[in-house]
């Protein structure tokens, strides 16, 4: 089992900057893949970037490619996402995910999920 406590959202106007963190506890972190969904009011949840376990592999949904960046500090079980240049369209809760399941560009979640953090982007 693996915990997710996210933190860092809050309100920005457009153009601003965010940092996202989601600290792991239980599970030794570094075993696996992570990464970040968003769900905006009335939508679907979607994926928004993931990282492998060392590091590597890391893939973004088109939306976002070149302004947001994740990363991860497996010392500190804890995993990032940089947020910059954001747009209203950007204004969701944010997720962190752990134990994703990535082939190419499929993507399917983990079974660990944090509570959300809210980011809004006013215009």
């Known amino acids: 089992q693996v915990q997710l406590v996210e933190s860092g959202g809050g309100l920005v106007q457009a153009g601003g900057s965010l940092r996202l963190s989601c600290v792991a506890t239980?599970?030794?972190?570094?075993?696996?893949?992570m990464g970040w969904f968003r769900q905006a009011p009335g939508k679907e949840r979607e994926f928004v970037a993931v990282?492998?376990?060392?590091?590597?592999?890391?893939y973004y949904a088109d939306s976002v490619k070149g302004r947001f960046t994740i990363s991860r500090d497996n010392a500190k079980n804890t995993l990032y996402l940089q947020m910059n240049n954001l747009t209203p369209e950007d204004t969701a809760v944010y997720y962190c995910?752990?134990?994703?399941?990535?082939?190419?560009?499929?993507?399917?979640?983990?079974?660990?999920w944090g509570q959300g953090t809210q980011v809004t982007v006013s215009s």
């Open positions: 995910n752990g134990d994703i399941i990535r082939i190419a560009t499929q993507i399917t979640p983990g079974d660990y």
């Open positions: 990282i492998g376990w060392r590091g590597g592999a890391i």
């Open positions: 239980g599970r030794s972190f570094s075993d696996y893949t």
